[in-house]
């Protein structure tokens, strides 16, 4: 099974900062890679698939990129709406697998 | 639009078993793979299983292989999932989703399962 790895676990950050969230996979899964977005007692929420197409009604200000094995999901001038868990998950072998998470909140 | 709704959720005491069920609207539910993903209490989320479209071809999680099964009624929009010889780790709020073949674009509000006895 193909592990998926985040860092941070979690970020403390203020409206307006740029925020970086790193994930990898325990081996090469091209770029096949999605990132979700979950607020407490929600569905997750795709924001972007294929590491760096940015999900239909998602605000250009998430931003993916990467490929091979190393994935950042960016979200630049954070904003309130954007405290939340994110998850990354690989799409390119079953069993598709998850990151543990970062959570972003508030400083 | 795309509505997702899980349902058959409540309290299974530990050896039981499970059938959530999932209907589907605002899309050709015919023409798209689903999947099912839990989420344990404060935990990451865990992917279970796949079905094709034509529901010819199932993928099941390590985790729960032999004790789950999937299925879908393509004439209702419905998506099932049974899941026997339920433990105490089964504990969790159960997605359906609809996959895109490598990611999850609609996700329903989830039904929270808890095996206690």
């Known amino acids: 099974d193909i592990q998926m790895t985040q860092s941070p676990s979690s970020v403390s950050a203020s409206i307006g900062d740029r925020v970086n969230i790193t994930c990898r996979a325990s081996q090469g899964i091209s770029n096949w890679l999605a990132w979700y977005q979950q607020k407490p007692g929600k569905a997750p929420k795709v924001l972007i698939h294929a590491a760096s197409k940015l999900q239909s009604g998602v605000p250009p200000r998430f931003s993916g990129s990467g490929s091979g094995t190393d994935f950042t999901l960016t979200i630049t001038s954070l904003q309130p709406e954007d405290f939340a868990t994110y998850y990354c998950?690989?799409?390119?072998?079953?069993?598709?697998?998850f990151g543990p998470g970062t959570k972003v909140d508030l400083q | 639009q795309v509505q997702l709704v899980e349902s058959g959720g409540g309290l299974v005491k530990p050896g039981g078993s499970l059938r959530l069920s999932c209907t589907a609207s605002?899309?050709?539910?015919?023409?798209?793979?689903m999947s099912w993903i839990r989420q344990a209490p404060g935990k990451g989320l865990e992917w279970l299983s796949y079905?094709?479209?034509?529901?010819?071809?199932?993928h099941y999680s390590d985790s729960v292989k032999g004790r789950l099964t999937v299925s879908r009624d393509n004439a209702k929009n419905s998506l099932s999932l049974q899941l026997n010889s339920l433990r105490a780790e089964d504990t969790a709020v159960y997605y359906c989703?609809?996959?895109?073949?490598?990611?999850?674009?609609?996700w329903g509000q989830g039904t929270l399962v808890v095996v206690s006895s």
């Open positions: 605002g899309f050709t539910f015919s023409d798209y793979y």
């Open positions: 079905i094709s479209s034509d529901a010819i071809t199932v």
């Open positions: 989703v609809r996959d895109r073949g490598y990611y999850f674009d609609f």
């Open positions: 998950q690989q799409g390119n072998s079953f069993p598709f697998t």
